[in-house]
Nanobody, 124 residues
Framework: QAHLVESGGGLVQTGGSLRLSCAPSGNIFSIDFASWYRQAPGKQRELVASITRQVVTNYTDPSVRGRFTIARDNGKNTVSLQMNNLKPEDTGVYYC?????????????????WGQGTQVTVSS
């Protein structure tokens, strides 16, 4: 069973940094489009940043521009989110999402894959 595994969350003080990583496991060979979502306490999950296979990035949340950097390693199919100058409002569970997944057998899966989420807590 293929899935995504996130890591790198934790507790950090305001102004600190964290680097989240997302790696596929199982039969995932490549990912067309990857993104990071955040779900703050009591709120809906929202898109933070995304990246295409051609490494075109988009930061949907204007509050993270200049502080967060999304990147990917196409050889390893990993996606990262470097978060600097963290603020308490960045607190939440961060989820990795993969769209357009190909397995080693050449099969294409149009439905998205989600990771289990990793908690990020920024204290004031």
């Amino acid at each position: 069973q293929a899935h995504l595994v996130e890591s790198g969350g934790g507790l950090v003080q305001t102004g600190g940094s964290l680097r989240l990583s997302c790696a596929p496991s199982g039969n995932i060979f490549s990912i067309d489009f990857a993104s990071w979502y955040r779900q703050a306490p009591g709120k809906q999950r929202e898109l933070v940043a995304s990246i295409t296979r051609q490494v075109v990035t988009n930061y949907t949340d204007p509050s993270v521009r200049g502080r967060f950097t999304i990147a990917r390693d196409n050889g390893k199919n990993t996606v990262s989110l470097q978060m600097n100058n963290l603020k308490p409002e960045d607190t939440g569970v961060y989820y990795c999402k993969a769209d357009g997944v190909w397995d080693y057998g050449g099969a294409y899966y149009p439905n998205p894959y989600w990771g289990q989420g990793t908690q990020v807590t920024v204290s004031s």
